[in-house]
């Protein structure tokens, strides 16, 4: 039962990368490969206290070695999620993400972030795949956070409801993601109540030249609903102190850190530690 893929965004793909995904006559056995010759693992960003330049979380991002090419999850997270293959590649994500985590000696109380697609939370076994991560890694519920994207909540209101109800009953947090280029409407944002609004980069990108309306916006709503904010793709000190200014809780981005393997955590985190005033 093979599904046909549609490659939409062929310009995507570099040439010879595009050459050789058509080569792959099962996207499926290409995947599943990845996931056995270990070429699918976890980068993590970490998401910084706006304050205290301190890591209060770290976002597992996907990465996909091919050959010698490393695929983009922007490329490869939709193949997946239209191979059907995003339930395997999810569960494996949600589990290794709270292993990971689980270990985390040198930031015990920071959360994991972890990446939910639309597709992987309206799966009947969804619950089941979260129950079994928290209790394979004993990770303290609280500690994890999903990251849904807003895309798509509005097709599936019931259900996206009754997921959320049941992941909050486990005492895990849920964050919505790219915050403001959706279409989820402000009522469903409201009864969907997140614990993190995540506002996108774009906005960030755009705040210096005069689009700061829709952040403070964006602030002004998740003050209202009592979530926490988070701005992404911070590059810049004058961004990150503008962000600050305007009252953001956390900030995340290359200007603090760019995704980076499990084992380069702890240095980093120790180099943080020494760069704090000590008071
Ligand atoms: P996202 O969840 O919004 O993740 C943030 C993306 O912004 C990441 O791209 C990150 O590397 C990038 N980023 C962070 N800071 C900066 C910055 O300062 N400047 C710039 N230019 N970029 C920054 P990445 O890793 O390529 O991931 C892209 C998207 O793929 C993610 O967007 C997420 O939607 C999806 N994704 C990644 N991993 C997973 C996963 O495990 N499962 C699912 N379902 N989706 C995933
Ligand atoms: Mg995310
Ligand atoms: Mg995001
Ligand atoms: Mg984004």
């Known amino acids: ?10 310009r995507m793909f570099t040439h010879d990368l595009f050459e050789n995904l058509k080569n792959i006559e099962n996207l499926r056995d290409g995947l599943q490969n990845a996931i056995n010759n270990k070429q699918l693992y976890l980068c993590y960003q970490p998401i910084v206290q706006c304050k205290t330049k301190q890591p209060w979380s770290f976002e597992a991002l996907l990465r996909w070695q091919f050959g010698s090419e490393l695929i983009r999850p922007d490329i490869f997270i939709p193949l997946a999620e239209q191979s059907g293959l995003i339930h395997e590649i999810g569960a494996w ?53 999903l ?37 989820s409407s402000l009522s469903q944002l409201q009864t969907l109540n997140f614990d993190t609004i995540k506002i ?16 403070r916006a964006t602030l002004f709503i998740a003050n209202e609903f009592g979530s926490k904010t ?12 503008k962000l600050s200014e305007m009252g953001v809780d956390y900030l995340q981005g290359f200007l603090f850190a760019k995704p980076m393997i499990n084992d380069d955590l702890r240095q980093w985190v120790e180099r943080i530690d020494t760069q704090q005033p000590q008071d």
């Open 1 to 10: 039962e093979q599904k046909k893929l549609h490659l939409t965004s062929p």
């Open 93 to 145: 994500v949600l589990n290794r993400a709270c292993i990971d985590a689980s270990q985390w000696q040198h930031s015990p109380n920071a959360s994991v972030s972890v990446n939910v697609s639309i597709i992987q939370l309206l799966d009947d076994d969804f619950i089941y795949i979260l129950d079994k991560a928290l209790k394979t890694s004993k990770l303290a519920p609280e500690r994890l956070h």
């Open 147 to 183: 990251e849904i994207t807003e895309s798509m909540f509005a097709d599936n209101k019931v259900k996206v409801k009754e997921r959320l109800n049941a992941i909050k009953d486990r005492n895990v947090q849920v964050s919505i993601d790219d915050f403001g280029t959706g279409y």
């Open 200 to 215: 996108d980069r774009s906005f960030v990108l755009n705040m210096l030249q005069g689009g700061e309306a829709i952040i």
């Open 230 to 241: 988070v701005a992404e793709g911070v590059e810049s000190l004058h961004e990150a102190e």
